[in-house]
Each structure stands twice: as structure tokens, then as C-alpha cells.
């Protein structure tokens, strides 16, 4: 969860949220360990105690993986009025997860899905095979945001050990004011990532998650993303997208995923899109102060018109993706349940679907849907509609009175 803007506030927000580009919700990393350069996900020191005894005792990164992804049966619940997720997939073999069961109220309707590992954000490292199994039932791709906890390899693993059809844009998460040490970080786990999985699930490298947007916003840039300021802080990150081109080149892959950047849809730097081979744009209607219904409109009109023509007109043509576009259910407290015209609701976000989703599919719109499932502990540190914008809850289970579209996406 990316937080460029302040805690939810009864207020309305001040612009330049307005436009309904900013507002990325995926992994967040607290400053006091973005910092850390020398955390291991595996040191029990550092890390979840668990990941810190099992690679001492074995001492194989893969082995690390695999009690990883097994562990998900025992996920604690998050509220007592939620069951336990150990119901939300059965299989019919208890050791092979390839055999679970899919449920009918489930379709490949998703271009792709937003996808955040819970307790993915250091400390804490965590598990995903259940997760791959319910969101294999919804689409072919999902994104992640960053590497730390040893995302890439849980979620390559549990692909591997589901054997579902699944590609995964892996992301590196590097933070403005740390003089790279997440991103180094993270470059070297995703490293180890590749080299142990290889690069048949990856459909692309992502360096950068709304680095424009909090670089700007640190260093008095405004919402400017060409100006001098701007021009400053994407020279940091078309380093950084070098970087990660060389460290793939060093592996001698026999396919080399592309690499991009994903961005606030109005923040692009036109530098950093010369750079890349695509970009992930966030285009959030929720935050444009638009009604549920004129949302997906709303949405497609401005990806088309600030992302995909600006890209086409660049010598590269980078490839344009909407990161996250998607609907919050509720908020815990009544002051921002709603943002303008934009309503926090179930039928809200069945509205959403209901007029984006198939039609974006027949149009040829990329998109990454946002998001999965609740994650209470956004709800805790922000509060608002923050931790309130998943397809399932917290425990696994689809929203009541939420149906999935049954066509079905490219």
C-alpha cells in the first residue's frame, strides 16, 4: 500500500487527487525498515521467526518457499464475525494442492488482479498457495508490488506447486529518500527469485511503484512529473530501471521479461516512459469524485487519453496497463464513506464490475483489478475505506452479494 496522500480526513481531499490518478493501495513499507539493508526474510532476528529456523536448518531457499506456501492452512482470522480460512478452498488431496476445488461462483472474468501477499510488508513474511488457488479462478495474471518477504519465490512457488495457468508481474519497490537500499534490497531477492523459478510465469519486471508521485511530493514537485524536480527524481529511477536491465542480462535468461514502471496515471515522467516497455497506470474513479455508474466510463476516457495516447506518441511506444482501478465496499466511519459523488458500497462496487469489467475485456483495456481481498491491517494504521476494497473478505470468502461476471477475459 502506497500512501501518497494523508490519512483519510472528514474533509474532502485537496487536489491534485482530484483527477482520480493517485491512490495506489498496494504494498506500503514503513520507513524504519525500508531502511534495513541487511534484513534477511529468513533470519529470525529480522524476519517471521519461522522462515529464520527453517532455512538454518536446511538452508535452501526453495525449502524456505515450500513451508512457506504450506503454512497458509493455518491463517489466523481476522474479525470474530469472519470464518476461518482454512474452508475457503478444499482439495481433494490435503497434500497436493493442484487438486483443489473450484467453485462455480468463480469465472476468468479479470484481465488481472492487484495482488498484495498478507503480511507481505516487513517484518512480517507470509504465505500465498490458497490465495493462487481463489485468484486462478479469477484470472491468468496478477501484480505484485514489491519483492521483500520473499513475495516473488511464495507466489512463483505456489503456482508452481497449484499448476495453475498464471503469469505474475513482479515488482521492486524502491523508496525516494533512502539512497536506494529497498531497491537493492529487493533487486537481490528477486534475483535469487529468477534464478530458482526462471521467467516462464514473469510477464514483466516493475521498478517503481508511484515513485514520481511521492518524489514529487518530497521534494516540493507538485504535480508536475516533467518538471525540473521531476526530471531529478526520474533520473534516480531510470537508474534504477537500468539497473534491474543489467542484473537480468547477468542471467543469461532464455526469455528475458520486459521491464516497466507503474506509476500514478497523471505522474508519468516522459523520460522514465522512454525507458521502460510498459507502464502501469492507477486510474481510480473512486477518487475522481464520480458516480459508481459514469465510473467506468470515467476510467476508460482517462487511461485512453492520458496514458495510452501520451505513450503512442513516444519513439518506444511502451505498452500501457491500468495498475489498479477498482471500488471500495465501506469505510469505518461515516466521514468517508463517501468522497464526493463517489459512494462506498457493495452495490457500488457491483456497479463497477457490472459496467467495466466485460466491457473492458471486449475493448482490448489491460487492466489490473483492485483488489483481491480486505486487508484489515490498512483499516487499522489509515482507517477510512483503506483496508475495504476487496472482491473477498479478509478471510477468503467472496462478498455477499457480489456476483462474477461470466465472460471471460483475454
Not at 532455512?55 to 504450506?70: E, F, K, N, R, Y
Not at 455508474?293 to 476516457?301: D, L, R, S
Request: aromatic letters at 10%; glycine letters at 8%.
Amino acid at each position: 500500500m502506497s500512501r501518497p496522500y494523508p490519512p483519510y480526513q472528514d474533509n474532502p481531499r485537496a487536489d491534485p487527487f482530484a483527477d482520480g490518478s493517485t491512490g495506489s493501495r498496494g504494498t506500503s513499507y514503513d520507513q524504519s525498515y525500508s531502511d534495513r539493508n541487511d534484513y534477511d526474510p529468513y533470519d529470525s532476528n529480522t524476519g517471521n521467526g519461522i522462515w529464520g529456523g527453517v532455512l538454518v536448518a536446511v538452508g535452501l531457499i526453495i525449502v524456505g518457499v515450500v513451508v512457506g506456501v504450506v503454512v497458509s492452512n493455518n491463517r489466523k482470522k481476522n474479525s470474530e464475525s469472519e470464518s476461518s480460512t482454512k474452508d475457503a478452498v478444499n482439495q481433494t488431496d490435503p497434500n497436493d494442492p493442484s487438486t483443489f476445488i473450484k467453485d462455480p461462483s468463480l469465472h476468468q472474468a479479470f484481465y488481472g488482479m492487484a495482488y498484495t501477499p498478507e503480511n507481505s510488508q516487513l517484518p512480517g513474511c507470509a504465505e500465498v498457495i490458497q490465495d493462487i488457488q481463489l485468484i486462478s479462478q479469477l484470472t491468468k495474471r496478477i501484480r505484485l508490488y514489491g519483492s521483500d518477504c520473499n513475495q516473488t519465490a511464495l507466489v512463483l512457488e505456489a503456482i508452481k506447486r497449484t499448476k495453475v495457468d498464471m503469469e505474475v508481474f513482479i515488482g521492486n519497490y524502491p523508496i525516494p529518500t533512502d539512497g536506494g537500499a529497498a531497491y537493492r534490497r529487493q533487486r537481490d531477492i528477486m534475483k535469487q527469485a529468477i534464478q530458482t523459478y526462471g521467467t516462464d510465469h514473469i510477464a514483466g519486471v516493475t521498478v517503481g511503484n508511484e515513485f514520481m508521485l511521492n518524489y514529487l511530493g518530497a521534494n516540493g514537485g507538485g504535480a508536475e512529473p516533467n518538471s525540473a524536480i521531476g526530471d531529478t527524481g526520474a533520473a534516480l529511477l531510470i537508474s534504477d530501471i537500468q539497473d534491474t536491465r543489467d542484473m537480468l542480462a547477468s542471467l543469461n535468461l532464455q526469455t528475458t521479461p520486459p521491464v516497466g514502471t507503474s506509476d500514478a496515471g497523471s505522474y508519468f515522467n516522459t523520460k522514465v516512459l522512454e525507458a521502460v516497455d510498459y507502464g502501469l497506470a492507477n486510474v481510480h474513479p473512486w477518487f475522481a469524485n464520480v458516480t459508481a455508474e459514469t465510473a467506468a466510463n470515467w476510467t476508460t476516457n482517462f487511461f485512453q487519453e492520458q496514458n495510452v495516447d501520451v505513450a503512442a506518441r513516444l519513439s518506444n511506444t511502451p505498452k500501457m496497463y491500468i495498475a489498479e482501478t477498482g471500488w471500495p465496499t465501506q469505510s469505518s466511519d461515516a466521514g468517508n464513506a463517501n468522497n464526493g459523488a463517489s459512494s462506498a458500497s457493495i452495490s457500488n462496487l457491483q456497479t463497477f464490475i457490472d459496467t467495466f469489467v466485460c466491457q473492458a475485456n471486449s475493448a482490448g483495456v489491460p487492466y489490473f483489478f483492485f483488489e483481491f481481498s480486505d486487508e484489515p491491517w490498512k483499516d487499522a494504521q489509515f482507517g477510512g475505506v483503506e483496508g475495504w476494497w476487496g472482491l473477498f473478505t479478509s478471510s477468503r470468502k467472496l462478498k455477499d452479494n457480489i456476483t462474477i461476471p461470466t465472460c471471460t477475459a483475454p
